[in-house]
């Protein structure tokens, strides 16, 4: 059986409760989301502090991520688009009546399916299609 290297984080942490988390494609980077209003993108295998997206929403419950950007779905129903270039918000998608449940991206990260009162298909484009 071959040997599985572990290697502990010891960084900051979300709060106690429901974590979400997903690796960009590439692997390169993990990002989390829980809780509190923090985002945080950690460099994979990085012995730094994982850069911290300071938001005013909470309770976030789903999150999916790309090499560039990632989309995080949470309690107030907003499914919001944030950019790994910037580390910053890029656009609020949709704002559903109801929490969002899930959150997925297509493989080329053109389209968004959000699970809430109903299911969304959403460009990730700021131009439409």
């Known amino acids: 059986m071959p040997s599985i290297n572990i290697v502990p984080a010891n960084k900051c942490q979300d709060p106690p409760g429901p974590t979400f988390f997903s690796y960009t494609p590439n692997g390169k980077k993990l990002i989390t989301a829980g809780g509190n ?31 560039d950007f990632f989309v995080v779905g949470s309690e107030d129903g907003s499914v919001t688009k944030y950019s790994l270039a910037t580390n910053s918000m890029d656009e609020v998608l949709v704002r559903c009546s109801l929490p969002v449940r899930d959150v997925a991206l297509s493989p080329d990260g053109q389209w968004c399916a959000v699970a809430s009162e109903c299911v969304y298909f959403l460009s990730t484009d700021e131009t439409p299609h």
């Open 37 to 67: 209003g923090a985002l945080r993108v950690f460099e994979h295998l990085s012995t730094d502090e994982p850069a911290i997206i300071d938001v005013s929403t909470e309770d976030h419950l789903a999150l999916a991520a790309r090499n």
